[in-house]
């Protein structure tokens, strides 16, 4: 070949292998930093059979999650039982993240985005307390402006791990269970109090009645009934029924103060298999009754046992119609025109 051609092509191929080489580089500089690590899981290696114990850290509050043999128990709730469904749910979450997005951040966005010690704290051991997987939980990701970010339902989280404090993650979840409230978490399943004989509301400050019935479909009849006193049945049945539709709202520590439990309003229950219940109800916590429970007689129910070791928090709602004022519960009288 012709010396002067070879030594065009030689040029020619140091020309395109630099172009190639500058091409490359500006394709690198455009690509995201974290263009390697998208995809990925972001707890390697978690496996939800190895994990026995769930720890939430907030500021303020600490809850812990301990695996038993029946299931999973709040520890701070003197092993009340968690809902395993949730427990379940949560861990097999954290095991399917995958990074969407991470940034280099520094000590004042890591302190704005809530992954310093403002954040929430989620640990996993195993057996013998190995540690398992850490994960700080931060401030909601979104994808749009939204008006209140507290209440908007979130597109996403930032999270970070222990082992690199100086990246944010941002995964597709938004882990709204990465909560220390027992309330978030307790297996909500309530006592029932069914098909009731007679019933019995005594107040605070004194009064109260007595509501009875000779059999399932006899009439209701109050104590000390005067004639042309009539029970509205409806309000009747109300009163009764509602006992057996409760649900727990939350389990409160048994040191809670000023639980008004001193002074309760009492429900004394019979059913018509002869189980009896004592339900004394205190103040409101919120929206929620502080509530104690004693059963006996009858078939023994291993729920209303267990409860019956706890202080529990019952929404008010479920008592409106077993509160109401004897009065209310009769037939109202019509007017003469």
Known sequence: MNPRV????????????????????????????????????????????DVTTIRIVEPKAKLTLVRQQEGWAIEERAGFPADLAKVREFVIKLIELKVGQSDPVGDADRARLHLDDSGTRVELDGAGGKALARLTVGKKYFRREVDNPERAAADGRFVALPAEAKIAYVVSDPLAQASAKSADWIDRTSFQVEKVKSLEVRYPAGGGWRLERAGEN????????????????????????????????DVAPKDAPDTGLDKPTLLNAVT?????????LGKLAGDDYYLTLRASGGADKPREKMLSDYLLLVPKSKFDDTLKKRAELLEKKETKK
Do not use: C, F
């Open 218 to 249: 006899a009439p209701w009849k109050l104590d000390h009934q005067k004639p042309g006193e009539k029970v509205d049945s409806s309000r009747g049945n109300a009163a009764t029924y509602s006992l057996s539709m409760l649900e727990l709202a």
């Open 272 to 280: 018509l298999d002869g189980r009896r219940y004592e339900i004394r």
């Open 6 to 49: 070879v030594a065009i092509l030689v040029v020619l191929l140091v020309v395109l292998g630099g172009a190639a080489l500058l091409l490359q580089r500006e394709d690198a500089a455009q690509r995201p930093q974290d263009a390697g690590s998208l995809g990925r899981p972001l707890l390697q290696d978690l496996k939800a059979a």
